[in-house]
């Protein structure tokens, strides 16, 4: 992760707050699942990519959580100070809108898997003709490729393309999406070219991503705000494997996911609290989906089709 993250106390807090007080020249409140999340910034660029990502809530309602984002000539590039008792994180130097968006997410993650049993996932679910998958991989595994690539499909629907939250109710995870619009690299338009239009007409920074209204590209009718999740896909990149395909019980999968830190780098608190509570939600996820792990060494094409047979999309 090219970001530090430290914990700090909400006495330090408070003299951050008073610290950068002078640079917050704009001021935005947005719901994140039910959460108020504000940012606070002098940033123009950085509220216009906000106020893209998120959905907008009442001014009056009182914030959940709270994002700085600031410039600190005296201080290192890309740290992030957050205080878990005010929910406040404090984004100092950071040149990258994406870590902004992901831990506006991580702060909502945080006061709703303390406070509502809601589980943050890092990866992608879609809705393939009414039962969810969730697909999930460490950086440059593929899920953003293979969730672009299952949505040229017209069975195929998405909730999220990132980030999702998951809520335990029976024998069901119920997973929720909670972003308006998506955020996409240029390098998309490469791989598959039904979406090269839609990276053309989207305003890219200067690391090649830019938030998207995807439906230009799929329609309204397919962006659908939950699911029910009956797949789990964990994908990986090892040339050294010659097992492309392979089902997983849920131990094995569990085991993968604590080793690659549940495939999240923008958790904020990696306590042993919250350790135990993330493995016992994804212990009840991992024992309620058939799972799945896919190796995309091959071709985006050749990994789709191994996909696709994991779905029954003949």
Same mark, same amino acid.
């Given at each position: 992760m090219a970001y530090s993250i430290v914990l700090m106390t909400i006495d330090r807090k408070q003299e951050l707050a008073e610290k950068y007080a002078d640079q917050v020249l704009y001021e935005v409140k947005s719901e994140i699942y039910g959460c108020c999340i504000k940012l606070l910034t002098g940033e123009r660029e950085v509220r216009? *990519?906000?106020?893209?990502s998120f959905y907008n809530i009442s001014q009056s309602v009182r914030s959940h959580g709270r994002l700085y984002v600031v410039q600190d000539p005296a201080d290192g590039q890309n740290q992030v100070y957050y205080d878990p008792q005010s929910k406040t994180a404090f984004l100092v130097n950071v040149d990258y809108y994406g870590w902004v968006k992901s831990l506006a997410l991580s702060v909502a993650g945080d006061v709703l898997e303390d406070e509502h049993s809601i589980y943050s996932v890092h990866g992608a679910c879609l809705d393939v003709e009414g039962r969810g998958l969730a697909i999930l991989g460490g950086s440059g595994a593929g899920k953003t490729t293979h969730t672009y690539g299952l949505l040229r499909d017209l069975r195929v629907r998405v909730v999220s393309d990132d980030w999702?939250?998951? *809520?335990?109710?029976? *024998?069901d995870i119920l997973a929720f999406g909670s972003e308006k619009n998506f955020y996409i690299r240029s390098e998309l338009a490469?791989?598959?070219k039904e979406f090269a239009w839609l990276v053309e007409r989207s305003r890219m920074d200067a690391q090649g991503r830019g938030v998207i209204d995807l439906r230009w590209a799929v329609?309204?009718?397919r962006i659908l705000p939950l699911t029910t999740l009956y797949t789990l896909i964990i994908l990986k990149r090892d040339d050294q494997d010659r097992e492309a395909l392979r089902r997983l019980e849920p131990a094995e999968a569990l085991r993968l996911l604590e080793e690659g830190g549940y495939f999240n780098p923008h958790l904020l608190v990696k306590t042993e609290f919250k350790h135990r509570l993330r493995n016992l939600f994804f212990l009840e996820l991992l024992e309620r989906v058939q799972i799945w792990q896919v190796n995309t060494v091959g071709s985006p094409e050749e990994s789709q089709e191994l996909i696709r047979q994991v779905l029954n999309m003949a």
């Open positions: 216009d *990519r906000w106020m893209d999702f939250f998951c *809520r335990v109710y029976g *024998r490469g791989i598959w329609g309204k009718g």
